[in-house]
Structures are given as structure tokens and as C-alpha cells.
């Protein structure tokens, strides 16, 4: 079983920087392919982008790229995703999600990102 809680949600003007963190519990974490996806109001949820044990990182939003940069400290069972450059059509709830494979299995409650212009 893991445990997944997001963090560092936030209200930022267009142009500006946040940092989420995801707190992950189990021993295997180092195993898991983390991700995070968003929800935007009257959207369906998104993945953003994933990066694997290995470190390996796929994007799946391609509007992210190059602004979004997703991380991970196996040592400190956390995953981060620092946002740059962001704009009001990423606000959305962000959630971290882990899996071992297949689907994702585990997601976290979620933090709120509010970009004004």
C-alpha cells in the first residue's frame, strides 16, 4: 500500500513559479513510476507528466514542456514537480499518482494551482 499527499499548491499571477512536493509512504518506492495529472474546472484529468524509477521522464501534456520539470528523491520517498512560466490555463487540481505497472493504483487528495492574469 502507498500513501500519496501533494503539497505546494498555491495562488500565483501568470509568469511565475511553483513547487508541488508529493510525500510518498512504502518501503518500494524506489520501484514506482510516479506521475502527475491535473484537473482543470469542467475538464476531464490529465496526465502531465511521469518519471519512472529509472529517472526516465515522459511528458504527456505537450503545453508543459519546457516549463514543467518532474523529479525525484528516491532517499526521501518524494517527487516534485516544479512549474515555471505558468499561465492561467494550468490552474487545476494537481494530484500525484503511483503505479508499479499498468494503470496508476495510488493517487494522493490533490492540491489546488490557481494562476491568475
Known amino acids: 500500500q502507498v500513501q500519496l499527499v501533494e503539497s505546494g499548491g498555491g495562488l500565483v499571477q501568470a509568469g511565475g513559479s511553483l513547487r508541488l512536493s508529493c510525500a510518498a509512504s512504502?518501503?518500494?518506492?524506489?520501484?514506482?513510476?510516479m506521475a502527475w495529472s491535473r484537473q482543470a474546472p469542467g475538464k476531464e484529468r490529465e496526465f502531465v507528466v511521469a518519471v519512472r524509477w529509472s529517472g526516465g521522464v515522459t511528458y504527456y501534456t505537450d503545453s508543459v514542456k519546457g516549463r514543467f520539470t518532474i523529479s525525484r528523491d528516491n532517499a526521501k520517498n518524494m517527487v516534485y514537480l516544479q512549474m515555471n512560466s505558468l499561465k492561467p490555463e494550468d490552474t487545476a487540481v494537481y494530484y500525484c499518482a503511483a503505479k508499479e505497472r499498468g494503470t496508476y493504483q495510488y493517487w494522493g487528495q490533490g492540491t489546488q494551482v490557481t494562476v491568475s492574469s
Open positions: 512504502g518501503r518500494t518506492f524506489s520501484s514506482y513510476t
